[in-house]
């Protein structure tokens, strides 16, 4: 198996710009995850899909991200319009069951100048 | 409110030494997983073992192993043999509601592990 696929692995984007991050969850897996990671408030949560459906978008920050996953393989999170402040790694990560473990993407470097 | 703690910001241990790093958790939750990540320099996280609230055992994967005390809610991660390799940044996280299918995993602030030779 491929692992959990994100594209693309960099992106640098203008203030004010729509950003869309993809992801691709491991085959099977019903769960889908997008976590954030900064320096200052580490690895956060975003929000989590369950056979495609979202479950809990508490985590989203503001409603300028939005997250889909029209199919079981495959999940988008857009930012629009994205600012400097969103520059962060975006994973996304995908589970099979809630007693084991999430397979992480290599998630996206987001630079927003 | 903080549900996962990890006290120790940077930790420091020789090659060959076996070395502990802490974490502390916070749940009302009779159901809940333990996981422990590592991420090295080159930003994946590598999942390395699990613990589930109601396992009797310790969990074990080669080198790691996780001291689970219950009672006082802590799951350290322990790394047997310290290896170059090991040099990176180690996170404990907890997963609620696993009995009721929850999903919510949380992860703690991080312990950065420097293996000296």
Not at chain 2, 66 to 90: E, H, P, T
Request: hydrophobic share 35%; proline share 5%; aromatic share 12%.
């Amino acid at each position: 198996d491929a692992g959990v696929i994100q594209s693309p692995r960099h992106e640098v984007t203008e203030m004010g710009q729509e950003v869309t991050l993809r992801c691709k969850p491991i085959s099977g897996h019903d769960y889908l995850f997008w976590y954030r990671q900064t320096m200052m408030r580490g690895l956060e949560l975003l929000i989590y899909f369950n056979n495609n459906v979202p479950i809990d978008d508490s985590g989203m920050p503001e409603d300028r991200f939005s997250a889909k996953m029209p199919n079981a393989s495959f999940s988008t999170l857009k930012i629009q319009p994205s600012e400097p402040r969103d520059s962060a790694v975006y994973f996304c990560a995908s589970s099979a069951r809630p007693d084991t473990e999430a397979f992480f993407g290599q998630g996206t470097r987001l630079t927003v100048v | 409110a903080q549900k996962i703690t990890q006290t120790q910001p940077g930790m420091f241990v020789q090659e060959k030494e076996a070395v502990t790093l802490d974490c502390t958790y916070d749940t009302s939750d009779p159901s809940y997983g333990l996981f422990w990540y590592k991420q090295p320099s080159s930003g994946e996280m590598i999942f390395l073992i699990y613990q589930g609230s109601y396992d009797q055992q310790n969990a074990t994967e080669g080198r790691y192993s996780l001291n689970f005390q219950k009672a006082r809610k802590s799951a350290n991660l322990v790394i047997s043999a310290s290896q170059l390799g090991d040099s990176a940044m180690y996170f404990c996280a907890m997963r609620e509601g696993v009995g009721t299918g929850g999903f919510k995993t949380i992860f703690g602030a991080g312990t950065r592990l420097f293996v000296k030779a």
